[in-house]
């Protein structure tokens, strides 16, 4: 291949675009974000920079610190969640047919070509108390009650006196259900990527010398799947932490994220300063978990070049 | 601007000569003025016009009306903070209205050429919040109260203590997730002005609710009333007019202003500063004031009108509505939001943080 060296002029026709547009879209509004969270309100629409770590420090209240927590823990649930159903279906398109498996690829992206307002609300719709899942619920009670009859044991309501509707919206269930359904196809992608590449005759050699499924499984197909699992677990992570429409619309009176603070600074709080730092920590958490990725990938590739 | 779309502008211009020459050159005022091209930008509630409001607005005027939606004050207000993109007529409720006074966000209205002001009861030709009516006129108004369900409540649920100390409803009640107003109706339940900006106030309504957090199923995103009609909950603290929309639906539900009072609000045309097109937002907000036309709009809506002569062509079971027109006695019992000022919305807003992190 040619170095851009040989070629400038093709090489700044192609870079210049793709560097302007981050440059005025990306980093300018986030440059400027990140000035403002060294500002200060001085009124309505005003905003002060003052240069001082207020805001930060403001942050650092336990109150915010326990949200920060709890965003974490629930981004991580819905992580491992979906690791563990994403791996399952990835090894099942990877050894699919290779006629399905385009067709199955489709089935884990369709739902991302629908607007994510539209899938929760279609999401509210099957999880609540008169909906899909409570309705199919409350159809097995009925067969359930009409079999005990036929054996002859109705008059003792052993499936109880009437249907009891299963709650699973506005709770904390419904969140990490929420960020999972929401998340998963983050998850599959890499991972099939991953596993789509795997030489499957270190799969038979394992098998051949003796170890088994699991040992396979465990000692094989996972450490060549890990460059999938840790883009996976990154991508899926990530975002799940910045969510703040799933826990609006599913969650209860104690699913509030950082996401919610920090949308409520930008609008019925009027505090953009403060909005403005909470996002920062954010977003280096965010680069600090990028960070050990690369350092993680380097470290993999040095070891690679020695063998 | 091309050739093609001068012309075109021309002949829409005669075109809506010829319709204010058929309504009687009603507008005619605005059209002697107009040298601006017939477009009008509105930024406006979702659900809150007539069917045929913006058709007929342009039959009369020939002006055009680009529709925009918000789903809130706050969104809004955001929205307009950096700049005015480009709206001509907003309709921020009364508190963002003195806010947007106060950041000096609103351009003041030229009453001369909004004739249909006459048709606005004198009561709500003056404002508190904004004296003498120079930026704003009142477009609907209305009261945030309890929507329930009649067949699951023991009684109509017309005190606050229902959805706010009271384990009566445990697990059927949704509040709103929106900080001032839950904390604004919780000063009322206890007694204090809805405006009360006492730190210590503050706190004992916020020690309140978490109390009562373990019976709220939910602090709704503005879709309490779904939660009502979906069976979801039993009481909820809701906007007037968002429970008339689903009592239209369903016989079963009911709308009350609980006895401690609740909060009285006013929806306002305004025209925000930097509007491309002012002599047009003239127009269209005297269009809007105008008998037929309002009453075709609060007939759709049904929201409460401050508009007099529209109320006179619209039939009882509008005007005498307890939902949409409460008694004079509840309506004195009720309060206006007023702009606090930064201290107050941070102060609510870290309550409200405190609450929903419990």
Redesign the interface.
């Known amino acids: 291949m040619d170095s851009w060296r040989k070629n400038p002029l093709v090489f700044w026709v192609f870079a210049i675009p793709p560097a302007a547009w981050l440059a005025l879209f990306f980093i300018v509004p986030l440059g400027l974000i990140w000035v403002i969270s060294f500002g200060e309100k001085s009124g309505l629409v005003d905003i002060q920079i003052t240069w001082v770590a207020d805001n930060y420090m403001r942050a650092m209240d336990p109150l915010y610190l326990q949200i920060f927590l709890k965003s974490f823990w629930y981004a991580g649930i819905t992580t491992i969640v979906c690791l563990l159903v994403g791996f399952v279906v990835a090894t099942a398109i990877t050894f699919a047919p290779a006629r399905q498996r385009p067709i199955l690829l489709l089935l884990v992206m369709l739902p991302f070509w629908t607007n994510l307002l539209i899938r929760t609300y279609a999401l509210i719709a099957v999880l609540r108390t008169k909906g899909s899942v409570n309705a199919g619920l409350e159809k097995l009670w009925e067969w359930g009650n009409q079999l005990l009859g036929l054996l002859g044991l109705g008059q003792f309501q052993l499936l109880g006196a009437q249907f009891e509707p299963v709650h699973l919206l506005y709770n904390n269930f419904a969140v990490v259900a929420g960020l999972v359904y929401v998340h998963l196809p983050f998850m599959v992608l890499p991972l099939y990527a991953a596993l789509a590449r795997m030489d499957r005759s270190y799969i038979e050699a394992s098998l051949d010398l003796g170890a088994g499924q699991l040992r396979t499984f465990a000692s094989v197909v996972v450490p060549l799947a890990a460059p999938g699992i840790v883009s996976g677990v990154i991508i899926t992570f990530v975002p799940a932490l910045g969510s703040f429409l799933t826990p609006d619309l599913l969650g209860g009176t104690d699913s509030q994220m950082i996401a919610n603070v920090i949308e409520r600074q930008f609008k019925s709080a009027n505090d953009w300063p403060f909005g403005a730092a909470l996002s920062f920590i954010l977003m280096y958490i965010t680069f600090f978990a990028i960070a050990v990725r690369s350092m993680w990938a380097a470290r993999q590739d040095t070891r690679e070049n020695m063998v | 601007m091309s050739k093609d779309n001068r012309s075109r502008f021309s002949r829409r211009s005669f075109l809506s000569g010829l319709g204010a020459a058929a309504a009687g050159l009603k507008f005619a005022p605005g059209l002697a003025l107009a040298a601006e091209p017939r477009e009008l930008n509105f930024y406006n509630w979702d659900t809150y016009i007539g069917e045929n409001t913006l058709g007929d607005f342009r039959k009369s005027t020939g002006i055009d009306v680009t529709m925009d939606l918000f789903a809130?004050n706050?969104?809004l207000?955001?929205k307009l903070?950096g700049g005015n993109p480009g709206y001509d007529v907003i309709v921020p409720t009364n508190d963002f209205v003195e806010?947007m006074i106060?950041?000096g966000?609103l351009e003041p209205l030229d009453a001369a050429k909004i004739p249909n002001i006459t048709n606005i009861d004198p009561t709500f030709r003056d404002a508190a919040f904004d004296p003498g009516r120079k930026y704003s006129l009142p477009y609907m108004w209305g009261t945030i109260g309890i929507g329930y369900r009649k067949s699951r409540v023991d009684s109509i649920p017309d005190s606050w203590k229902w959805v706010f100390d009271s384990d009566r409803y445990a697990?059927k009640i949704a509040l709103m997730?929106?900080?001032?107003t839950v904390i604004q109706m919780g000063m009322k339940y206890l007694g204090y002005p809805l405006n009360d900006t006492n730190p210590a106030h503050i706190k004992q309504v916020e020690e309140m609710l978490i109390r009562q957090?373990p019976n709220?199923?939910?602090?709704a995103?503005d879709n309490g009333q779904d939660l009502l009609l979906?069976?979801?909950v039993d009481v909820v603290m809701e906007w007037n007019g968002d429970i008339l929309q689903v009592m239209e639906e369903d016989d079963d539900i009911g709308y009350i202003v609980p006895l401690e009072g609740g909060l009285l609000w006013q929806d306002c045309l305004c025209i925000p500063t930097g509007a491309p097109h002012p002599e047009n937002a003239h127009i269209f907000i005297n269009y809007l004031l105008d008998a037929d036309a309002g009453a075709e709009i609060a007939d759709f809506i049904q929201y409460a009108t401050p508009n007099a002569a529209a109320r006179k062509l619209l039939p009882a079971v509008y005007n005498s509505n307890p939902a949409i027109f409460p008694s004079q006695e509840t309506i004195e019992r009720c309060e206006v939001a007023t702009y606090n000022g930064?201290e107050y919305?941070?102060l609510?807003?870290?309550a409200?943080?405190?609450i929903?992190?419990?």
């Open positions: 809130d706050d969104e207000f955001a903070k806010r106060t950041a966000m697990g997730g929106d900080a001032p957090k709220v199923l939910v602090f995103e979906s069976g979801e930064t919305t941070r609510i807003d870290e409200y943080t405190r929903m992190a419990s």
